[in-house]
């Protein structure tokens, strides 16, 4: 089901015309079959939203949460889960409200997040906010493909430990499967638009349950088995690691923490997929971040506490590929395979925004170029077709190809995972929200909420410094003892 759809009446040939009355007469004249901007009609809702959202949150992000309350303990480790969750509700809201400029029925809309922040801010702050949104969706994207070679890796490793016995060591070499990773975000990078992959979401949404629900079925029934509950009030103990090391690791959960709720760079994106008014796409969207959030600090909550439960000090780094489980073995594979497919639709979702800025760059810059503009009808199977774009093809495809060879060279899943959540959760969960917000909502300097929003944001500041640090002093030891393209043991 597409998110922008006109309905089987409205026909693309007479797009061009309708757009030009709809703009000319306003947000009164938008058609059943077009918005007030002269776009197709938005049909998605609440749910949808939700199951973007989902799709975003619930990732690989989950499968650290184990090994990150291990760090800071039966205290602190939920408390900073929940922390970061009120965090994240409170700044997508006030995201959420920057989506029209003015008023929230009939204001201008902004598409994207940059759109947004070139709306609010000026200056530096735009082309800081640019890099770092960007900047990102490439860490994420290398995140996401180190995360999946390691669940196809797993899959095969967990088939060996059931025939060889669990003292073999199984080694295998990642590489293969991140290029079989890879050459399936070609393909699927070529679906043109955001809102036509929402039935993508959707099927990530139900494979990010399924594998959630596994874990914390896995982890239930280990501390069952162990008779009790593992772990202590203050995380993994000076001695099992050195004091410093659990400076270092303590500050990386941080990261992982933050990385496991990040999503706010995409959140305009996924707002505008929402039908118009009423009621407005920000309180649409407001629902929709509350469910989303709620649902996924359930999960973390149940995932996370139940893997330190059954695992205490040596919860692995990650919960399904880290080998605290062996059997049954057909489960874990299930599990596995979930999470890649989880993943192949998040990358989607994650690096859209990326596609459709340079794209929209090029076509701008070389507006009469065939190779940038032009398309090629190509035929399908029961009388449809597909518009293929050459830049869009050959772009789309480079950048699979860079992201995935990055990956092969730097396949550290949780210290990668800390540092994309430690640089990625201040600038663009919190500061830029905030910073919008109060132009937005024209909050005079140095009033009460004023006050509290500046808190807020220097707060995040601080913990984004602190778990970077612990992140990069993690790949720091890391690289002393890798070997590129080595097996893994």
């Known amino acids: 089901m597409a998110e922008n759809g006109a309905g089987k009446h409205c026909y693309p040939a007479g797009a061009a015309a309708m757009e030009v009355t709809t703009m000319e007469l306003g ?9 007030d901007d002269g776009r197709l009609k938005r049909t998605g809702t609440m749910w949808t939203a939700s199951a973007h959202i989902i799709t975003a949150v619930i990732g690989s992000g989950v499968l650290s949460l184990a090994w990150a309350i291990a760090q800071l303990g039966w205290v602190a480790g939920p408390t900073v889960m929940l922390l970061f969750s009120f965090v994240t509700y409170y700044t997508s809201a006030l995201l959420a409200d920057c989506y029209r400029s003015g008023d929230e029925i009939t204001g201008k ?10 709306a609010n801010l000026s200056g530096i702050k735009v082309q800081i906010c640019g890099f770092l949104q960007y900047a990102n969706i490439v860490g994420v994207a290398i995140g996401y493909t180190i995360a999946a070679s390691i669940s196809m890796l797993a899959i095969k490793r967990a088939n060996c430990f059931h025939k060889e016995g669990h003292g073999d060591p199984c080694n295998i070499s990642s590489t293969p499967y991140m290029i079989i990773f890879g050459v399936a975000e070609i393909f699927f990078s070529q679906i043109p638009d955001f809102d036509q992959i929402s039935w993508l979401s959707i099927l990530a949404a139900v494979m990010s349950f399924t594998y959630s629900t596994i874990g914390l079925g896995l982890g ?12 202590s009030l203050t995380g993994i103990s000076v001695g099992v690691v050195t004091p410093m090391d659990k400076v270092w690791r303590s500050l990386q959960a941080f990261g992982d923490i933050a990385f496991a709720y990040s999503y706010s760079l995409i959140l305009i994106e996924i707002q505008d997929t929402i039908r118009a008014p009423p009621p407005s796409e920000s309180k649409v969207m407001r629902r929709a971040t509350v469910v989303s959030v709620a649902v996924t600090t ?7 506490c139940m893997g330190y439960a059954a695992f205490g000090d040596h919860a692995p780094g990650n919960l399904l590929t880290g080998f605290g489980f062996y059997e049954p073995f057909w489960l874990l594979d299930v599990a596995n395979a979930a999470i890649v497919v989880h993943l192949v639709g998040a990358y989607q979702v994650y690096c859209q925004p990326l596609f459709a800025f340079v794209e929209k760059w090029a076509q701008q810059r070389w507006p009469k170029s065939r190779y940038i503009a032009g398309e090629v009808d190509v035929p399908l199977t029961g009388g449809r077709g597909y518009k293929l774009n050459l830049f869009r093809l ?3 495809s480079a950048f699979v ?3 995935t060879v990055v990956s092969m060279l730097l396949p550290f899943f949780n210290d990668v995972v800390g540092l994309l959540g430690a640089l990625g959760f201040w600038p663009l969960t919190v500061y830029f929200p905030v910073e919008m917000y109060i132009v937005q909502k024209k909050v005079p300097a140095w009033s009460t909420r004023w006050v509290c929003l500046q808190l807020l944001s220097l707060g995040c500041l601080i913990i984004t410094i602190a778990s970077a640090a612990g992140s990069v002093a993690g790949i720091i030891a890391d690289l002393k003892v890798y070997k590129p393209f080595a097996t893994t043991s």
């Open 298 to 304: 359930l999960f973390y909550m149940l995932c996370g």
């Open 394 to 396: 050959t772009w789309r």
């Open 220 to 231: 239930i029934v280990q501390v069952v088995a162990n008779g009790g509950i593992k772990g």
């Open 27 to 35: 947000h009164t004249a938008a058609s059943k079959c077009y918005d």
């Open 109 to 118: 809309r902004n598409y994207t997040y940059m759109d947004a922040v070139n």
């Open 401 to 403: 190809v860079a992201t």
